[in-house]
């Protein structure tokens, strides 16, 4: 048993991987509510690709990739946000157009001789690939995102429950919902070079879906998500090593056990509950910190 | 102008992009009124482990991914039946878990080839009659569903999520939505590729619902704006030589822009700046094309599919051939899009040269799609060394190491061309075959071979003696995809592991895989572990780290370096893979081809 938990540790690449995961566990897991709550899990998913152009032209530049992948992925969100609020339709459908056009814009654009070879996969990483820098950058950049959810708590709650009533003071809900977009894309650039694409999105989701059937009240949900995040992370790992499975599917395997037990226990719970409290399920989270 | 209309291939993709229209425009519409966007990409991206079962069993690959895709509506119902996680929520869930489905799939069942990759993309350039049925089928099914559920459809109120639609009392209705958005996705895979599905789907219905309110017309004028654009982005990239797909996503966003800021300027009265922004962005729209890039010799017009294949050929040929090579220098085979200029130059070679096995089966297709009456000749055949087993190797690499090598089922390895014995072979088989199509210049070719097979001759020698001087007991390498065996085999050095499990790139190794690799490393002290130029080293680089061994020399593996790189031609990049597992395997103290005797 002591060895089943102990060996994977005298790895350097496991190692350097469980710190990631719990680095990028903690920061996905908090900013991962605000995306369940402001419903846009398809920017989480997206985002990455809508980098390309940037990337690319980073590249053709001669540029550092790292630096055309954040303006690139920064741009997307903007464009994002933009184009959602002047076409006032479904959100979704702002992120398809800007997406797929950008993604497409990218890939004439590699069509240049000068364009180094499979560009876009040189900054999908995998997660028993990372490097002591990255772990670095990860930190940091935990550090500003959580620093960012904490300071812009109220603001971000007010506009999320109702915009309507944000718009009573403080700075319009158009910029909260931006700058949230662009915390979003810079934890995507930071996770597709840690974990690759299929992670990120499943880790910036699946814990905070979990969280939220779990509890109402946005604190305890962030520090929930967080918890299911790097916890689901540690296990997909060691089902990496010891199960022999790939290791982002593993942990992604791992979230998603994680959201159906919490399914489970949420519909548990409402059965046991439910003659004593008139349940409105579809009504959002009722009671906020 | 527009003779690019009589080519067979631009026809046949023109009348795909046109079929595609009704059920692109029609079910388009309905994605975009009822906020289902992301599922539509979803779905299509979640296709991917029915392409990867389709590879690994040997069914149909629309079947695979048609199935997939009901798979991931289940399960978006399945998840949306908890009420409280939004409808974006369980899409971006149901997603993760066909992918992971998938990569593990790839990774640690199938093994799969890189075929897999090129299914995700797909392309106008390279349609078949089977794709041309499926969006006839779709487009039939499209229009029934759209005439008589129609109307259920719009009683359901808009902006709803696919999670919300199963729960409602015209349920049926909904699931014939949610299904036939499935059977629309898979028939554009094969025009666009999996990451360009919005492109037809959701762009044009989003840009006609800027303008109108009315279903009738919105269904009307998304169908007419789904042919426009796919039609005018095909043309463009015939003129341009680009991929159509992207060229058709950046019109369509283009226009998208166009209509967008032209609806909210004449809101504020502003025509006239519109205008002016409207035509500057027109003219934007025309990007640089490039150009051909024949070698522009006398002799029969021959085609490469490889860039070592050409090498070959332009080394007998010179300049009494006229030789197109689909790929370029430096790019990775197994991301290939078919671009205008390689489909005309298959259409109208005279010979076609193939490397052979899964490097490059889309040829297969772009042959028969074309309408070449080329004579193919494929490489793989008639070599002296074949081996077989590629896709078995394991990375403990003792067990399996020679007995692969006979077994005749596995998969034939392709990278033949790292044993210079078969490329002595390979050239002479290009010499006759070209001697035939073109015998005033036979003995230009003759002489030509006999050069070329003189520096191969040298070239073997050379690096036999050279790896006698690494001690024997340090002749191991481990790489970063098993593209070497070829190599290995001849010179007597042993491939002791590779990083990744597959030759997809979708394929991740486990840990605990990784850890074994890692131990083989240590136990026989393997100095060196070679990345490959067009692969990313993450993984490389972090095992090296961790057992000291070094990845400073890269290896060309399935593609030659671009022009100006020691790689430019075969006889150069074997020098330089030489070098490099010399020096790794002796730690710098060996080298062969110094610049004085290379």
Same mark, same amino acid.
């Given at each position: ?8 540790? *005298? ?37 990455? !690709? ?93 550090? *500003? ?7 812009? !708590? ?29 915390? %979003?894309?810079?934890? %995507? ?52 090593? !010891? ?36 349940? *409105? ?9 | 102008?527009?003779?690019?209309? +009589? ?12 079929? @595609?229209?009704?059920?692109?425009? @029609? ?19 979640? $296709?991917?482990? &029915? ?69 995700? #993309? ?24 759209? #005439? ?14 696919? +999670? ?43 840009? =006609? ?12 004028? =998304? ?10 982005? @095909? ?56 150009? +051909?890039?024949?070698?522009? &010799? ?8 490889? $860039? ?124 006759? $075959? ?28 050379? $690096? ?135």
């Amino acid at each position: 048993m002591i060895d089943w938990l102990v060996d994977p540790l *005298t790895h350097g690449f496991t190692v350097r991987a469980l710190i990631e995961i719990a680095l990028l566990g903690v920061t996905s897991g908090a900013i991962g509510c605000w995306v369940v709550l402001y419903r846009i899990s398809y920017s989480a998913e997206s985002l990455a !690709h809508g980098m390309f152009p940037g990337l690319v032209g980073a590249a053709l530049l001669g540029l550092p990739l790292m630096l055309g992948g954040a303006t690139g992925i920064i741009i997307a969100g903007l464009l994002i946000a933009v184009v959602g609020r002047l076409s006032a339709d479904a959100a979704d459908t702002a992120i398809a157009v800007v997406v797929t056009s950008l993604f497409g814009l990218g890939v004439l654009l590699a069509l240049s001789p000068d364009s180094p070879p499979g560009i876009q996969a040189l900054l999908f990483g995998d997660p028993l690939g990372i490097t002591e820098g990255q772990l670095l950058v990860t930190a940091l950049l935990g550090a *500003t995102v959580l620093a960012a959810l904490w300071f812009g !708590h109220d603001r971000l709650l007010a506009v999320g429950f109702d915009g309507d009533a944000g718009r009573a003071g403080g700075p319009s809900p158009g910029l909260i919902q931006g700058l949230l977009l662009i915390l %979003v894309a810079v934890t %995507v650039l930071v996770g597709v070079q840690g974990l690759g694409n299929l992670l990120v999105a499943a880790i910036l989701v699946g814990p905070a879906a979990a969280a939220r059937l779990l509890t109402d009240r946005m604190k305890p949900m962030i520090l929930l998500s967080a918890g299911i995040a790097v916890l689901s992370g540690v296990a997909g790992l060691y089902l990496s090593f !010891h199960g022999r499975v790939a290791a982002g599917a593993a942990i992604v395997a791992c979230i998603l056990l994680a959201y159906l037990s919490a399914a489970f226990l949420a519909a548990a719970k409402t059965r046991l509950v439910r003659p004593t409290r008139k349940e *409105t399920p579809d009504e959002p989270v009722t009671q906020l910190v | 102008m527009f003779e690019a209309f +009589s080519l067979p291939f631009f026809q046949r993709g023109l009348a795909e992009i046109l079929l @595609l229209a009704i059920p692109c425009g @029609l079910i388009g519409s309905w994605v975009v009124l009822r906020g289902l966007a992301f599922h539509s990409h979803a779905v299509g991206t979640a $296709t991917f482990p &029915g392409l990867v079962l389709a590879d690994g069993l040997g069914f149909a690959a629309a079947l695979g991914a048609f199935g997939a895709a009901a798979l991931f509506t289940l399960l978006t119902v399945a998840i949306a039946r908890s009420r409280r996680t939004g409808a974006d929520s369980v899409t971006a869930l149901a997603l993760a878990a066909c992918l992971a489905g998938g990569v593990i799939l790839a990774s640690d069942v199938f093994n799969s080839g890189a075929n897999v990759d090129t299914l995700l #993309f797909g392309s106008l350039l390279a349609i078949g009659s089977g794709d041309l049925w499926l969006a006839a089928v779709v487009a039939g099914l499209a229009v029934v569903a759209s #005439f008589f559920v129609g109307q259920h459809w719009l009683a359901r109120g808009f902006d709803e999520g696919a +999670s919300r639609a199963l729960r409602s009392d015209s349920a049926l209705f909904d699931a014939a939505l949610l299904t036939v958005v499935a059977a629309t996705v898979v028939a554009t895979l094969s025009a666009v590729g999996a990451l360009l599905v919005s492109t037809l789907i959701v762009v044009p219905a989003a840009t =006609a619902r800027l303008f109108t309110a009315r279903l009738s017309t919105l269904l009307t004028a =998304a169908t007419l704006l789904v042919a426009a654009e796919g039609v005018f982005g @095909l043309w463009l990239s015939v003129q341009t030589n680009a991929p159509p797909g992207a060229t058709i996503a950046v019109t369509s966003g283009a226009a998208f822009a166009l209509a967008l800021g032209a609806r909210t300027i004449s809101r504020r009265g502003m025509w006239r700046a519109a205008a002016v922004a409207a035509a500057l962005l027109a003219l934007a729209g025309f990007g640089a094309g490039c150009g +051909s890039q024949s070698s522009g &010799g006398d002799g029969p017009k021959v085609v490469a599919t490889t $860039t070592q294949v050409g090498d070959f050929v332009a080394e007998i040929g010179g300049d009494q051939v006229d030789l197109s090579t689909i790929l370029k220098p430096n790019t990775d085979p197994h991301e290939y899009e078919p671009r205008p200029s390689d489909v005309q130059a298959v259409a109208d070679a005279d010979i076609i040269f193939r490397s052979g096995g899964h490097l490059d089966d889309w040829t297969e297709d772009l042959i028969k799609d074309s309408g070449s009456d080329a004579e193919v000749v494929d490489l793989s055949t008639h070599l002296p060394v074949r081996l077989f087993g590629e896709e078995e190797h394991d990375h403990e690499g003792e067990a399996h190491e020679d007995e692969g090598h006979e077994a005749g089922g596995e998969e034939f390895d392709p990278h033949w061309w790292q044993d210079p014995v078969n490329v002595r072979f390979a050239a002479a088989r290009i010499e006759s $075959t070209l001697s035939d199509a073109n015998p005033a210049a036979s003995a230009y070719y003759q002489g030509r071979l006999r050069r070329f097979d003189n520096q191969i001759r040298n070239l073997t020698r050379q $690096t036999k003696s050279c790896v006698r001087r690494v001690p024997a007991g340090d002749r191991k390498i481990v790489t970063d995809h098993d593209a070497f065996a070829y190599f290995t085999n001849r010179f007597g050095i042993e491939t002791v592991g590779t990083v990744i499990p597959a030759l997809t790139t979708e394929a991740q190794p486990s840990a605990g895989d990784l850890a074994d690799l890692e131990a083989t490393i240590r136990r026989e002290n393997v100095k060196a572990i070679f990345p490959e130029e067009s692969v990313s080293p993450a993984l490389s680089e972090a095992l090296a780290k961790d057992t000291g061994a070094t990845t400073e020399y890269s290896l060309y593996g399935d593609t030659l370096g671009p022009a100006g790189s020691d790689g430019e031609t075969w006889l150069g990049s074997m020098k330089s893979n030489v070098n490099a597992v010399v020096a790794g395997m002796s730690g710098g103290k060996v080298t062969c081809f110094g610049g004085q005797d290379g």
